[in-house]
């Protein structure tokens, strides 16, 4: 099992940035990557950004890329979203998640691969 803790979300204006974290615990040796999704309401759960654990392979959706940059630091088991100039459409919950299985790069950027979640945390962009 792992468990997945996010934070740092909160309000902010279009155009400042926000640093979530995501603290995991358990068999977390066992993960082979760490991503971010999203929901915003009356929408489906999106890809947000990937992370490889024992590489800097890193994988984002076409609308963070360049403003989103997702870390992690092994000692502490946790996982980083910097997130820069934030707009409206960033609005959403923002979900961790943990992939068990082997590294893929497809399946790192779906909801199936991955096979635990946090409980999420809310970011909301004012304009």
């Known amino acids: 099992q792992v468990q997945l803790v996010e934070s740092g979300g909160g309000l902010v204006q279009a155009g400042g940035s926000l640093r979530l974290s995501c603290a995991a615990s358990?068999?977390?040796?066992?993960?082979?990557?760490m991503g971010w999704f999203r929901q915003a309401p009356g929408k489906e759960r999106e890809f947000v950004a990937t992370?490889?654990?024992?590489?800097?392979?890193?994988t984002y959706a076409d609308s963070v890329k360049g403003r989103f940059t997702i870390s992690r630091d092994n000692a502490k088991n946790t996982v980083y979203l910097q997130m820069n100039s934030l707009t409206p459409e960033d609005t959403a919950v923002y979900y961790c998640?943990?992939?068990?299985?082997?590294?893929?790069?497809?399946?790192?950027?779906?909801?199936?691969?991955?096979?635990?979640w946090g409980q999420g945390t809310q970011v909301t962009v004012s304009s």
């Open positions: 998640a943990a992939r068990q299985g082997p590294w893929s790069t497809i399946a790192t950027t779906k909801r199936y691969g991955y096979d635990y």
């Open positions: 358990g068999r977390t040796f066992s993960s082979s990557a």
């Open positions: 992370i490889k654990w024992s590489s800097d392979i890193t």
